[in-house]
């Protein structure tokens, strides 16, 4: 009986430190509407003239959305939508979503976006970055 509950014991501490998943989101062709089980909210962001997806992660608390015109993430805690534009001529690389932080790479800068405050945050590629 003791070796059976040391067994198990790892399991939840791991699962204990888990953020279990509270965001969805539905994708319309003119707006994309999160979906805050945490809150019990639903909120929506309007996509502008021309603009459309071209890429999007959801992961268990926050999520990101890739236009052609912006970088639009979702972090469940903050709430609401905050944008950042993108550059002339910048090309995302990559879209990593893990808890409640989320990372684009770009073909010019490497951006952060923090789902607790709903911040992003920016540094520019240096030329050691770039594969």
């Known amino acids: 009986m003791l070796s059976l509950l040391l067994c198990l014991l790892p399991v939840a501490v ?9 965001l969805f989101l539905v994708i ?11 809150s019990g909210t639903f909120e929506s962001v309007k ?11 959801t992961g ?4 990101v959305i890739v236009t052609n015109q912006r970088f ?4 469940v805690i903050a ?6 534009r993108r ?7 990559a879209i990593q979503v893990e808890d409640y932080s989320a990372t684009v790479l770009t073909s010019k800068r ?9 911040a992003w945050n920016q540094v520019p590629r240096r030329l050691q970055f770039r594969r």
Do not use: M
């Open 72 to 75: 639009v993430a979702y972090g």
């Open 28 to 38: 319309e062709s003119s707006e994309v509407i999160a979906s805050n089980t945490r």
């Open 14 to 22: 791991v699962q204990a430190d888990e953020v279990e998943r509270v």
């Open 110 to 118: 490497i951006l952060s976006f923090y789902g607790r405050t709903g």
């Open 79 to 84: 709430g609401g939508w905050q944008s950042i």
């Open 47 to 57: 996509l502008k003239a021309k603009e459309h997806i071209e890429a999007h992660e």
């Open 87 to 93: 550059e002339a001529g910048e090309k995302t690389e």
């Open 60 to 63: 268990n608390a926050v999520a």
